[in-house]
């Protein structure tokens, strides 16, 4: 087998090298592009052997081996024009048909790709290097393949301190965990509306082949996994996250989550389960808070996440996702919105992490949110997570690992309230303007943390004792 890390590594010292490629994101997504093309067209030629019909949807020209699987081919200028003037445009306007044939699907997958990703490197002869150290990978062995899904996982968290990129990825440990609590079954739709790299996605897939026990059951996952995603670079590191977990055509769609009216979502376009991290602190763009009812409307985007995903979901459907504690408070279409949550869906667990599991990217306090559609909220458990004994904050160095959420697993299903664990009825929750921001009743007096209301209220009366106070040094000194 060959030596992944070291391949990735060497890959990495080159594009330093390269003057075109400035950050982790850049280098990411030039790497990115340059995977998706070696694996799609490792890919092809095992479809073209199997598959008597099939026939790759890239020009000969284009072909993988064609242009860079010769590590003696052509190099220099002569790449760096081929690939910026030739390659990407070709590939960007890749004739789509309209049959729905696998060719076909596979056709508008690279046309999507390339659409939305660039290639940055200005050294043809640096672009060979790194064609060279990938033509090292054989993606048709399975070793290889599996083993560099492992690795992939590394490259995509890189992302977490690559500046606004960091929104992209949730921990591993996050998607894990939340994928176990719900426990997809074969044959239910499960749906991440803001699916990022594909952390949520990938994790329903090998949760699912653990059931199957044929052929068709392990092909129907790829139609039942479905993601959205509307910037270009995750989506890219998307797909080739799920060709890697053995998805030939991922069923991620290049678009925003927002961008039609919630009426046109019907009773067809509903799901079993939704697995999300959708984005928060960032405002709603194109005026797409229109597309929800008035009493909904916000430029808050987690809000209007929150109010989409609850509709998506069937009567019945289950849905594991991450929220910031600004979600869980404030008044007006806030309000409104945990009202419906509530009202429609019981909202049986939140779990409260503490503000650094995704640092450095974001360091707000989330929640782990757990609900099923059709009944009615009657109390909402809580358990807080607390960071290990002697650590003071998650880091790049020290992540929130999926061993330290044992003690929550035992306790799931035998749930009784302790030093970690309360719960809360719904008419005292109403009590508080269905406000869900509530700490734990069981610490002691020097370990409460207040809620984000709380501080706000006495920030304002500290401001309010200074003011207080310099009015009398003002009236003692004159």
Same mark, same amino acid.
């Given at each position: 087998?060959?030596?992944?890390?070291?391949?990735?590594?060497?890959?990495?010292?080159?594009?330093?090298?390269?003057?075109?490629?400035?950050?982790?994101?850049?280098?990411?997504?030039?790497?990115?592009?340059?995977?998706?093309?070696?694996?799609?067209?490792?890919?092809?030629?095992?479809?073209?052997?199997?598959?008597?019909?099939?026939?790759?949807?890239?020009?000969?020209?284009?072909?993988?081996?064609?242009?860079?699987?010769?590590?003696?081919?052509?190099?220099?200028?002569?790449?760096?024009?081929?690939?910026?003037?030739?390659?990407?445009?070709?590939?960007?306007?890749?004739?789509?048909?309209?049959?729905?044939?696998?060719?076909?699907?596979?056709?508008?997958?690279?046309?999507?790709?390339?659409?939305?990703?660039?290639?940055?490197?200005?050294?043809?002869?640096?672009?060979?290097?790194?064609?060279?150290?990938?033509?090292?990978?054989?993606?048709?062995?399975?070793?290889?393949?599996?083993?560099?899904?492992?690795?992939?996982?590394?490259?995509?968290?890189?992302?977490?301190?690559?500046?606004?990129?960091?929104?992209?990825?949730?921990?591993?440990?996050?998607?894990?965990?939340?994928?176990?609590?719900?426990?997809?079954?074969?044959?239910?739709?499960?749906?991440?509306?803001?699916?990022?790299?594909?952390?949520?996605?990938?994790?329903?897939?090998?949760?699912?082949?653990?059931?199957?026990?044929?052929?068709?059951?392990?092909?129907?996952?790829? *139609?039942? +996994?479905?993601?959205?995603?509307?910037?270009?670079? @995750? =989506?890219?590191?998307?797909? /080739? !996250? $799920?060709?890697?977990?053995?998805?030939?055509?991922?069923?991620?769609?290049?678009?925003?989550?927002?961008?039609?009216?919630?009426?046109?979502?019907?009773?067809?376009?509903?799901?079993?389960?939704?697995?999300?991290?959708?984005?928060?602190?960032?405002?709603?763009?194109?005026?797409?808070?229109?597309?929800?009812?008035?009493?909904?409307?916000?430029?808050?985007?987690?809000?209007?996440?929150?109010?989409?995903?609850?509709?998506?979901?069937?009567?019945?459907?289950?849905?594991?996702?991450?929220?910031?504690?600004?979600?869980?408070?404030?008044?007006?279409?806030?309000?409104?919105?945990?009202?419906?949550?509530?009202?429609?869906?019981?909202?049986? *667990?939140? +779990?409260?992490?503490?503000?650094?599991?995704?640092? @450095? =990217?974001?360091?707000?306090? /989330? !929640? $782990?949110?757990?609900?099923?559609?059709?009944?009615?909220?009657?109390?909402?458990?809580?358990?807080?997570?607390?960071?290990?004994?002697?650590?003071?904050?998650?880091?790049?160095?020290?992540?929130?690992?999926?061993?330290?959420?044992?003690?929550?697993?035992?306790?799931?299903?035998?749930?009784?309230?302790?030093?970690?664990?309360?719960?809360?009825?719904?008419?005292?929750?109403?009590?508080?303007?269905?406000?869900?921001?509530?700490?734990?009743?069981?610490?002691?007096?020097?370990?409460?943390?207040?809620?984000?209301?709380?501080?706000?209220?006495?920030?304002?009366?500290?401001?309010?004792?200074?003011?207080?106070?310099?009015?009398?040094?003002?009236?003692?000194?004159?």
């Amino acid at each position: 087998m060959a030596n992944l890390k070291g391949i990735i590594d060497s890959i990495r010292k080159i594009m330093w090298q390269d003057t075109g490629l400035n950050g982790d994101a850049q280098r990411i997504e030039q790497l990115g592009w340059m995977l998706f093309l070696k694996i799609f067209s490792d890919k092809d030629k095992e479809l073209e052997i199997i598959k008597d019909d099939y026939e790759s949807p890239i020009p000969a020209e284009f072909h993988w081996e064609e242009w860079a699987g010769d590590d003696e081919g052509m190099t220099g200028d002569e790449l760096q024009a081929f690939v910026d003037q030739k390659l990407f445009p070709t590939l960007k306007n890749l004739k789509v048909g309209m049959s729905d044939d696998l060719a076909n699907k596979r056709a508008l997958l690279v046309r999507e790709v390339f659409d939305g990703n660039n290639n940055y490197m200005k050294s043809g002869i640096n672009i060979r290097k790194v064609l060279n150290k990938l033509n090292e990978i054989d993606f048709n062995i399975a070793k290889d393949r599996h083993a560099f899904g492992e690795l992939y996982e590394t490259i995509l968290k890189e992302l977490q301190s690559a500046g606004k990129s960091g929104e992209f990825y949730t921990p591993r440990s996050i998607t894990e965990f939340i994928c176990e609590m719900m426990n997809p079954q074969l044959g239910e739709k499960i749906l991440d509306p803001s699916c990022g790299t594909g952390g949520y996605l990938t994790a329903a897939i090998e949760h699912l082949k653990k059931q199957a026990n044929s052929v068709e059951e392990r092909e129907s996952i790829a *139609t039942n +996994i479905v993601g959205w995603e509307y910037k270009p670079l @995750p =989506y890219l590191l998307a797909t /080739t !996250n $799920l060709i890697l977990h053995d998805m030939e055509v991922p069923n991620i769609q290049f678009r925003d989550s927002l961008d039609q009216p919630l009426s046109n979502y019907t009773e067809k376009n509903r799901v079993n389960l939704i697995l999300a991290n959708p984005p928060f602190g960032g405002i709603v763009a194109n005026n797409n808070e229109n597309n929800f009812p008035q009493n909904y409307r916000t430029k808050e985007s987690a809000d209007l996440f929150l109010v989409l995903m609850v509709h998506l979901l069937k009567n019945g459907g289950r849905a594991g996702i991450v929220l910031p504690d600004g979600s869980l408070t404030g008044d007006g279409v806030k309000e409104r919105v945990r009202k419906k949550l509530l009202e429609d869906c019981n909202l049986h *667990t939140i +779990i409260r992490l503490p503000n650094s599991v995704f640092k @450095p =990217y974001a360091t707000v306090a /989330t !929640n $782990l949110l757990f609900f099923t559609k059709g009944e009615p909220t009657k109390e909402v458990w809580y358990y807080e997570h607390r960071l290990p004994e002697g650590q003071k904050s998650y880091s790049k160095t020290q992540p929130l690992m999926l061993s330290e959420f044992a003690p929550i697993k035992d306790w799931w299903n035998n749930r009784v309230e302790n030093e970690l664990a309360w719960k809360v009825d719904i008419q005292t929750i109403i009590g508080r303007n269905y406000d869900l921001d509530i700490n734990n009743p069981n610490k002691k007096e020097e370990e409460v943390e207040h809620s984000s209301a709380e501080l706000m209220t006495m920030l304002d009366s500290s401001f309010d004792r200074s003011h207080k106070l310099l009015n009398h040094i003002r009236e003692a000194v004159q």
